[in-house]
């Protein structure tokens, strides 16, 4: 469990039961991913604005092993508002497929394909309008940033790359979630777009687990069986 408050790295047992604590590299480290290999190694992505990685690599036992993956920049207005863009934006989520690693960028839109290594792979790109960069906007001497299209989930399931992404509704598109399908090759195959569900995670059995966003705000845990069509 990663405890991004405290920077720290957390191993229980199944049961519950505390077994140790490591800390975490970065002066930031809320960790966006997580995923573990056969043999227990962590993988994390958080941004270390030292180093400037998004992927970091720990043993079973929480000992710091190395750090890859570059961020991506976005110019440099103040320091309080870059800080923030960086954390948020430079960093992605991760899945583990055999001997590689899959890490999709919150923002813009971007897949790339590590060896465990390290070793950039690939890189997916995928033409879109719905995913702007995030923009950073001056008015007298005030800055904002406006909250971008996110991806929010990636997967490997039945030899095809999944990507999830939270878009943001209009008056003519009211869908909200968009699954990309891709073979391992990086070739984009089939697009779904959903309304009110927000997919967080997805388990062995093929079960998508997400949060149901009906029009009374009530949210729900709901679980989808996954099933591949490519029809």
Do not use: W
Request: charged share 25%; glycine share 6%.
């Amino acid at each position: 469990m990663v405890d991004g408050q405290n920077k720290r790295l957390n191993k229980f047992s199944r049961n519950g039961k505390f077994i140790k604590s490591s800390r975490l590299t970065a002066s930031n480290s809320y960790a966006e991913s997580i995923e573990i290999d056969g043999s227990g190694n962590i993988y994390l992505s958080y941004y270390d604005g030292t180093q400037e990685k998004v992927i970091h690599h720990y043993s079973a036992d929480g000992i710091y092993l190395k750090s890859f993956g570059a961020p991506l920049f976005y110019g440099k207005p103040p320091d309080y508002i870059y800080d923030q863009l960086q954390e948020n934006y430079a960093v992605g989520h991760l899945s583990l497929n055999t001997n590689s690693l899959f890490f999709t960028r919150v923002n813009p839109y971007e897949i790339r394909q590590y060896d465990l290594n390290g070793n950039l792979l690939k890189k997916i790109f995928r033409q879109n309008t719905f995913m702007p960069i995030a923009d950073v906007k001056k008015k007298e001497d005030q800055y904002t940033f406006i909250i971008p299209v996110m991806s929010n989930l990636i997967f490997v399931y039945q030899d095809l790359l999944f990507n999830i992404v939270r878009l943001r509704p209009n008056k003519v598109d009211k869908n909200n979630c968009l699954i990309d399908v891709f073979d391992l090759k990086g070739h984009l195959l089939k697009s779904v777009k959903m309304k009110n569900i927000d997919f967080r995670g997805i388990d062995f059995r093929g079960h998508l687990y997400g949060i149901s966003l009906s029009n009374d705000d009530a949210e729900q845990i709901v679980k989808y069986k996954l099933k591949v069509n490519l029809q």
